[in-house]
C-alpha cells in the first residue's frame, strides 16, 4: 500500500509528527528557522558586498 504524503489542512499533518509534537509548535519553530537563515543570508551578502569594494 502507498503511503501518501499530501495534506489539505495542517491538522492532517499533525497525526503523523515525531515525538508527540504539536503542529502549532513545529510551524513556529520552522518561520523561526527560516527567519534567522534568511538574516544570516542578508547579513553574508552585504559583507561580501563591503568587501568586495
Known amino acids: 500500500m502507498a503511503m ?3 495534506f489539505s489542512t ?3 499533518a499533525a497525526n503523523g509528527l515525531l ?3 504539536d503542529i502549532a509548535t513545529v510551524q ?3 518561520l523561526i528557522y527560516l527567519g534567522v537563515s534568511s538574516l544570516a ?3 553574508v551578502w552585504i559583507l561580501g558586498s563591503i568587501r568586495r569594494e
Do not use: H, I, Q, S
Open 19 to 21: 515525538f508527540g509534537w
Open 10 to 12: 495542517a491538522g492532517d
Open 41 to 43: 543570508f542578508v547579513v
Open 4 to 6: 501518501l504524503f499530501a
Open 28 to 30: 513556529k519553530w520552522a
